[in-house]
C-alpha cells in the first residue's frame, strides 16, 4: 500500500503563487499517471490537470496558470500555481497512477488527503 502526502497548500493573495507537493509514502517502480483535482464544498470534484502517457491537460480555467509536473527520483508530483485567482480556492487532491515494483504488471491508483488552497486578500 502506498499513502500519498500533500503539501504546500496555505493562504495567498490574488496574483500570488503556491507550489503544492504530492509525495508517496515509499520508494515506487514508476509514476505512469498523475492528476490533480480540486474540490469546494456543496460542489462535485473537479480536473485542474492531468499528465498519461506523455500527454498533458489542464482545464481552461488554469491553463497557462498552472503547470503539473513530476520527479520520479522522489516519487512526488507537483503542482505549480501561479496568478492565482479567488475561484482557485478549494481543497486539491493529487492522484497517482503508479506501478509500485518493477515486477508489477497492473498500474494501482492512489490519492493524497487533501491540502486547503485559499486565494484571498
Known amino acids: 500500500q502506498v499513502q500519498l502526502v500533500e503539501s504546500g497548500g496555505g493562504l495567498v493573495q490574488p496574483g500570488g503563487s503556491l507550489r503544492l507537493s504530492c509525495a508517496a509514502s515509499?520508494?515506487?517502480?514508476?509514476?505512469?499517471?498523475m492528476g490533480w483535482y480540486r474540490q469546494v464544498p456543496g460542489k462535485e470534484r473537479e480536473l485542474v490537470a492531468i499528465?498519461?502517457?506523455?500527454?498533458?491537460n489542464y482545464a481552461d480555467s488554469v491553463k497557462d496558470r498552472f503547470t503539473i509536473s513530476k520527479d520520479n527520483a522522489k516519487n512526488a508530483v507537483y503542482l505549480q500555481m501561479n496568478s492565482l485567482k479567488p475561484e482557485d480556492t478549494a481543497v486539491y487532491y493529487c492522484?497517482?497512477?503508479?506501478?509500485?515494483?518493477?515486477?508489477?504488471?497492473?498500474?494501482?491508483?492512489?490519492w493524497g488527503q487533501g491540502t486547503r488552497v485559499t486565494v484571498s486578500s
Open positions: 492522484n497517482m497512477g503508479v506501478l509500485e515494483y518493477s515486477y508489477s504488471r497492473r498500474q494501482r491508483d492512489y
Open positions: 515509499r520508494s515506487i517502480w514508476s509514476i505512469n499517471a
Open positions: 499528465s498519461n502517457g506523455g500527454s498533458t
